[in-house]
């Protein structure tokens, strides 16, 4: 699964899809089908997975698109939730 991040504008984007490449094709499936809740990039780059449930430490963003001081756990288990 590949998710959130910033799009090649660096707007945030709360997109997410699953990335599988069979033979010499790169396939994209689900996309959207389970966006994030807060959109954006993360604080780290490491996800922590415990009793089948994936966390993800994410930065906030004001209404102009600056990060803020402020981080947000996410939790997905068959949707996201925030922490």
């Known amino acids: 699964m590949i998710f959130e991040g910033y799009d090649e504008n660096t707007v945030s984007s709360n997109?997410?899809?699953l990335f599988s490449i069979k033979g010499g094709n790169h396939v994209l499936n689900k996309v959207n089908a389970k966006p994030l809740q807060i959109p954006?990039?993360?604080w780290h780059t490491q996800c922590l997975v415990?009793?089948?449930e994936l966390f993800v430490v994410c930065n906030q963003e004001n209404k102009e698109g600056e990060t803020?001081?402020?981080?947000t756990i996410q939790r997905f288990?068959?949707?996201w939730t925030i922490c």
Request: net charge positive.
């Open 15 to 17: 997109q997410s899809f």
């Open 40 to 42: 954006g990039g993360f």
């Open 50 to 52: 415990y009793k089948q």
């Open 68 to 71: 803020i001081e402020t981080n």
């Open 77 to 79: 288990k068959d949707r």
